[in-house]
């Protein structure tokens, strides 16, 4: 049986994304159709799936609208050939919608049906602005539009939760995905090394206990030619915060799980913490 209830068999691709889109395309699709290849009904990609270039002077001219994005198309393409779901962790795409003026990006999940057809979208929500002690600074805000809604898709495999990357370390917005019926929540992330080292599998497993989800994360991983370093270690883990799969390496590659369904309803009902919460005055 699979589906809901049953047993879901889903693919982790670890990529190392180029800085060209003709160039990531040719690195992911291989990664994909090996994943569809081992049995995978459902397949994530990292973060930045189509272009992975930090030099935004060089990146934002290149970024197309989603349905434009020929890497997105090109896995749309696979969807459509093989007949599975696959979910673009995240692509970088152009808005289309925002207010005048404001020529920020879009960091966008796309769920893609097995017709080829995109689903649903999800723009990141949290972004990463950050000033260090060292000096060094982040402004993820200055090139990327925030999102505003949070997305659980419906589809005859799950419902599935998606988040991207730095999501991960705002418990509220699983615990709303969670509270919305998903039972599989999707972590797709370029993750920066040292914080990989340190908090990557920690906070994946808490998200994964604290609402007795499916975390299923894939990652982009070692030194890309933009000079960017990611911390790869892709892994799947499941509603009783037990990892039920990962990849050792920053490699490229492929991670296969198999989700039993049923477990996070299980895991649900032993601690029942979604249902137990209480509204409560602040300090």
Not at 154 to 161: D, N, Q, S, V
Not at 195 to 202: I, K
Not at 249 to 265: I, R, T
């Amino acid at each position: 049986m699979t589906g809901q209830g049953g047993t879901l068999r889903v693919g982790l691709v670890q990529t190392r994304t180029p800085a060209t889109h003709a160039a990531a395309l040719a690195h992911v699709a291989p990664l994909v159709r090996e994943a569809i290849a081992q049995g995978a009904q459902f397949v994530l990609t990292p973060e930045c799936t189509n272009v992975l270039q930090r030099d935004r002077a060089k990146l934002l001219p290149t970024l197309t609208a989603l349905k434009d994005d020929i890497v997105v198309n090109g896995l749309r393409e696979i969807a459509a050939e093989t007949g599975t779901w696959i979910d673009i962790g995240s692509a970088l795409v152009r808005r289309e919608d925002g207010p005048t003026g404001d020529r920020r990006a879009a960091n966008r999940q796309a769920v893609i049906d097995p017709t080829g057809a995109i689903v649903a979208t999800y723009d990141k929500l949290h972004m990463f602005d950050v000033d260090l002690p060292t000096g060094e600074t982040a402004r993820e805000s200055e090139a990327y539009a925030p999102g505003e809604r949070a997305v659980v898709v419906e589809t005859p495999l799950a419902k599935i939760g998606l988040t991207i990357c730095y999501d991960m370390r705002f418990p509220a917005l699983h615990r709303a995905l969670a509270l919305a019926g998903a039972t599989v929540i999707t972590a797709p992330a370029a993750f920066t090394r040292p914080t990989g080292e340190a908090h990557w599998e920690v906070l994946l497993r808490a998200r994964a206990i604290e609402t007795g989800s499916f975390v299923i994360a894939a990652a982009q991983g070692g030194f890309h030619e933009d000079g960017r370093g990611t911390w790869g270690r892709s892994i799947a883990i499941g509603p009783w915060g037990e990892v039920l799969g990962k990849l050792d390496h920053d490699e490229p590659g492929v991670l296969m799980a198999d989700l039993d369904l049923a477990a996070a309803d299980k895991a649900r009902a032993a601690i029942p913490v979604l249902k137990n919460a209480r509204p409560f005055v602040g300090p």
